[in-house]
């Protein structure tokens, strides 16, 4: 594989690509990140060889709180639409990109903790997903959700409360609505969010986050294993020379 580029769009310094970082530098893959938290601007895109989207506690209707959500919006419409771009979308990059894209994004049932999520029929055949298991295990932390897929979309993963939980489009676009990139300091990070914190009280109660990191750390390994599989999928699929 010839040397790799990768733009990643973050909404806060603290929710990055987290173990796909390590499998980054493993392929000497470079990553530039463009943090709109603190006012960077969006680099050319033709430069980069696929555009990953991460998290964040923002919602994409936010655009007159958060105003670069529409450059944002814009440059990953482009990037896919227009370029053809290898994506990876992680719960409001997941968001972002059905939005982008012309599906349907609101207000759901509130997910946050260790969760199990399904894959479809879709799921079943589609190749970012082989050797994932048909039911596993994921961290879940978020609000809104994608209520509709983009035309021509497949949905790949669900839940018992989101119908979404992953979806592709061709060959080279794939998001997830879970978290597949956290690391052992990822839900003590999150936790300083106001809005993840009170999202994880609302659901599990308080003082919360000491059991959800230790029901994380024991499943660690597992969720790691399964983002190895997941990235490795992905880079197959998209990156074929």
Same mark, same amino acid.
């Given at each position: 594989?010839?040397?790799?580029?990768? /733009?990643?769009? @973050?909404? &806060?310094?603290?929710?990055?690509? =987290?173990?796909?970082?390590?499998?980054?530098? +493993?392929? *000497? #893959?470079?990553?530039?990140?463009?943090?709109?938290?603190?006012?960077?601007?969006?680099?050319?895109?033709?430069?980069?060889?696929?555009?990953?989207?991460?998290?964040?506690?923002?919602?994409?209707?936010?655009?007159?709180?958060?105003?670069?959500?529409?450059?944002?919006?814009?440059?990953?419409?482009?990037?896919?639409?227009?370029?053809?771009?290898?994506?990876?979308?992680?719960? /409001?990059?997941? @968001?972002? &990109?059905?939005?982008?894209?012309? =599906?349907?994004?609101?207000?759901?049932?509130? +997910?946050? *903790? #260790?969760?199990?999520?399904?894959?479809?029929?879709?799921?079943?055949?589609?190749?970012?997903?082989?050797?994932?298991?048909?039911?596993?295990?994921?961290?879940?932390?978020?609000?809104?959700?994608?209520?509709?897929?983009?035309?021509?979309?497949?949905?790949?993963?669900?839940?018992?409360?989101?119908?979404?939980?992953?979806?592709?489009?061709?060959?080279?676009?794939?998001?997830?609505?879970?978290? @597949?990139?956290?690391?052992?300091?990822?839900?003590?990070?999150?936790?300083?969010?106001?809005?993840?914190?009170?999202?994880?009280?609302?659901?599990?109660?308080?003082?919360?986050?000491?059991?959800?990191?230790?029901?994380?750390?024991?499943?660690?390994?597992?969720?790691?294993?399964?983002?190895?599989?997941?990235?490795?999928?992905?880079?197959?699929?998209?990156?074929?020379?």
């Amino acid at each position: 594989m010839t040397k790799k580029r990768i /733009l990643v769009f @973050q909404h &806060l310094a603290i929710e990055h690509p =987290g173990v796909f970082l390590a499998f980054f530098k +493993e392929d *000497g #893959i470079e990553h530039q990140v463009v943090d709109f938290s603190v006012g960077d601007e969006i680099p050319v895109l033709e430069n980069f060889d696929a555009l990953w989207v991460m998290g964040g506690p923002m919602d994409v209707w936010q655009q007159d709180v958060y105003p670069w959500l529409i450059a944002e919006k814009a440059a990953i419409r482009h990037a896919v639409k227009q370029l053809g771009m290898p994506f990876m979308g992680i719960c /409001l990059g997941h @968001q972002l &990109l059905s939005d982008a894209m012309g =599906g349907e994004v609101g207000p759901g049932e509130s +997910e946050v *903790g #260790i969760s199990e999520i399904h894959k479809t029929d879709a799921g079943k055949q589609n190749i970012f997903l082989t050797g994932v298991d048909e039911t596993c295990r994921c961290l879940q932390w978020h609000g809104a959700e994608v209520k509709q897929a983009p035309a021509g979309f497949e949905v790949l993963m669900y839940s018992d409360k989101c119908k979404v939980q992953a979806m592709a489009y061709g060959d080279k676009v794939f998001s997830m609505q879970y978290h @597949q990139e956290i690391i052992a300091s990822t839900v003590n990070d999150w936790s300083t969010i106001p809005e993840y914190k009170d999202s994880l009280e609302a659901t599990l109660g308080v003082g919360a986050v000491v059991k959800l990191n230790q029901d994380v750390m024991q499943h660690m390994d597992e969720f790691n294993n399964t983002a190895r599989i997941l990235y490795n999928n992905w880079k197959s699929a998209v990156f074929t020379d």
